[in-house]
């Protein structure tokens, strides 16, 4: 509950179906459940994964960024529109995770959140990224 419904609440005494419209909207996600109420992830700003992603190599992280897919793209960036960018991060799946090509569709361009394994060792499509963000078995736009 934000904090505005919140007050409006205590002040006015809105009834539980107004207040629970205050909730914000449902979030997109493709998840594996139990893998992702099980392993922990640490959280790394998307900057500073950019900047220090060597550092993190072999670990399990979560981050938020902006998404592209596209041809020969599946790609995590920063914050900053797509353009404007010139390092990121290209994405690999789980494979137990269910390949939804209507959901990637639904995020492209939008700011998301993911849990994966930074992998240095490979560069992605071509070598044009800085790392790997493999065996991603969360993702949520933002």
Not at 32 to 57: E, F, M, Q
Not at 84 to 95: M, N, S, T, V
Request: hydrophobic share 35%.
């Amino acid at each position: 509950m934000t904090l505005r419904c919140l007050l409006v609440t205590l002040i006015f005494g809105a009834s539980i179906n107004w207040v629970s419209s205050c909730n914000t909207r449902p979030k997109l996600r493709l998840s594996i459940p139990g893998l992702d109420s099980t392993t922990h992830a640490i959280k790394v700003d998307i900057n500073d994964l950019i900047n220090n992603y060597k550092s993190y190599h072999g670990q399990i992280i979560e981050t938020t960024g902006r998404f592209y897919q596209g041809f020969e793209e599946f790609a995590i960036y920063g914050r900053k529109p797509f353009f404007k960018q010139r390092k990121g991060f290209w994405l690999e799946e789980d494979l137990n995770l269910k390949d939804d090509s209507a959901f990637f569709e639904k995020i492209n361009g939008q700011m998301i959140t993911i849990k994966g394994v930074v992998d240095t060792t490979q560069k992605g499509h071509l070598g044009m990224y800085v790392a790997e963000i493999r065996r991603i078995y969360f993702f949520e736009k933002y």
